[in-house]
């Protein structure tokens, strides 16, 4: 039986754990407020940015997933969850002399500066202007940095219950315009609980893997294919300044999927087609 720290027990935290748990293993969950995380899920409450918060972690504690994630897009508050977060946990890891087999730091395809649709893989250079990038970047050194043994996954943007920012932006009428493709890399936040894992089953998982799905596409045939199965124009009104995910764009890039691919990972949804797809067709049907 493996026990799972889940540092940062959001939405993705949260359908880690359950699916851990559910598995047979034991998950804890790490978040300020615990009163919203589900029974499957055993508690620990305690704010990553305060080191005095985190003692008596869990003796048996086995595997770490660090999927925290800052409460607003601002350089403190990225340096406060990423960095200093990061450190606290480590420090107390160390101190508690915990054997743990493997921590994996659920990083961002913001590292990744490409703008023109170049592909991009895991050994690609990282050059990102904005200080999410950035300040990811020395996250990401920490992490493997540690005494434990550590692997990072990028994530592309997630969507799937609860992450329907797209869907929602279409349904208002807004449309990317301009005539060049701005390619986005997405994932289905049942296949990024997926990928993570899967990379904590692997006994000698590589240093990083992208956590992206399998056809990174161009935003805009994103928003028409969304349109077009809503009944909606395939035009409309610009859009407010912000990416599918509710955050400002990171790039125009084609992320690959092969090492998680050849690492045994199978997607669930390959495409935004099948993601999407599945969202329109839970949903209720009006009378």
């Given at each position: 039986?493996a026990?799972l720290?889940?540092?940062?027990?959001g939405?993705?935290g949260?359908?880690l754990?359950?699916?851990?748990?559910?598995?047979?293993n034991?998950?804890?969950?790490?978040r300020?407020?615990?009163?919203?995380?589900?029974?499957e899920i055993?508690?620990?409450q305690?704010d990553?940015t305060?080191?005095?918060?985190?003692r008596?972690?869990?003796?048996e504690?086995?595997?770490?997933v660090?999927?925290?994630?800052p409460?607003?897009?601002?350089?403190?508050?990225?340096?406060?969850?990423?960095?200093d977060?990061?450190?606290n946990?480590?420090?107390?890891?160390?101190?508690q002399?915990?054997?743990?087999?493997?921590?994996?730091?659920?990083?961002?395809?913001?590292?990744y500066?490409q703008?023109?649709?170049?592909?991009?893989?895991?050994?690609?250079?990282?050059?990102?202007a904005?200080?999410?990038?950035?300040?990811l970047?020395?996250?990401?050194?920490l992490?493997?940095?540690?005494?434990v043994?550590?692997?990072?996954?990028?994530l592309?943007?997630?969507?799937?219950?609860g992450?329907?920012?797209?869907?929602?932006?279409?349904?208002?009428?807004?449309?990317?315009g301009g005539?060049?493709?701005?390619?986005r890399?997405?994932?289905?936040?049942?296949?990024?609980?997926g990928?993570?894992?899967?990379?904590?089953?692997?006994g000698?998982?590589?240093p990083?893997?992208?956590?992206?799905d399998?056809?990174?596409?161009?935003?805009?045939?994103?928003e028409r294919?969304l349109?077009?199965?809503l009944?909606?124009?395939?035009?409309?009104?610009?859009?407010?300044?912000?990416?599918?995910?509710?955050?400002r764009?990171?790039?125009?890039?084609?992320?690959?999927?092969?090492?998680?691919?050849?690492?045994g990972?199978?997607?669930?949804?390959?495409?935004?087609?099948?993601?999407y797809?599945?969202?329109?067709?839970?949903?209720?049907?009006?009378?």
């Amino acid at each position: 039986m493996a026990h799972l720290l889940i540092a940062g027990c959001g939405s993705l935290g949260t359908a880690l754990g359950l699916r851990f748990s559910r598995l047979g293993n034991v998950a804890w969950g790490i978040r300020r407020d615990t009163s919203k995380l589900p029974h499957e899920i055993r508690l620990f409450q305690a704010d990553l940015t305060v080191p005095g918060m985190l003692r008596n972690l869990p003796d048996e504690t086995s595997h770490v997933v660090y999927c925290a994630a800052p409460s607003e897009s601002t350089e403190e508050a990225y340096r406060e969850t990423y960095v200093d977060g990061l450190k606290n946990l480590l420090a107390a890891l160390e101190k508690q002399r915990l054997d743990v087999r493997r921590l994996v730091f659920v990083s961002s395809t913001a590292v990744y500066a490409q703008e023109g649709g170049e592909w991009v893989d895991e050994d690609s250079p990282t050059e990102p202007a904005d200080f999410r990038g950035q300040v990811l970047l020395e996250a990401e050194a920490l992490a493997r940095g540690a005494a434990v043994p550590a692997t990072v996954v990028r994530l592309g943007g997630i969507y799937g219950p609860g992450r329907t920012h797209l869907l929602e932006r279409v349904r208002a009428g807004h449309r990317t315009g301009g005539e060049a493709p701005v390619y986005r890399n997405r994932i289905h936040l049942d296949d990024a609980v997926g990928v993570l894992d899967r990379v904590l089953e692997l006994g000698a998982p590589a240093p990083c893997y992208l956590g992206v799905d399998s056809e990174p596409a161009d935003l805009r045939a994103v928003e028409r294919w969304l349109a077009e199965r809503l009944g909606l124009p395939a035009d409309g009104g610009a859009p407010p300044e912000e990416a599918e995910d509710g955050h400002r764009g990171t790039g125009n890039k084609r992320c690959r999927n092969d090492r998680i691919v050849a690492a045994g990972y199978s997607f669930r949804y390959p495409t935004f087609r099948e993601g999407y797809g599945a969202l329109l067709a839970a949903e209720p049907v009006a009378s």
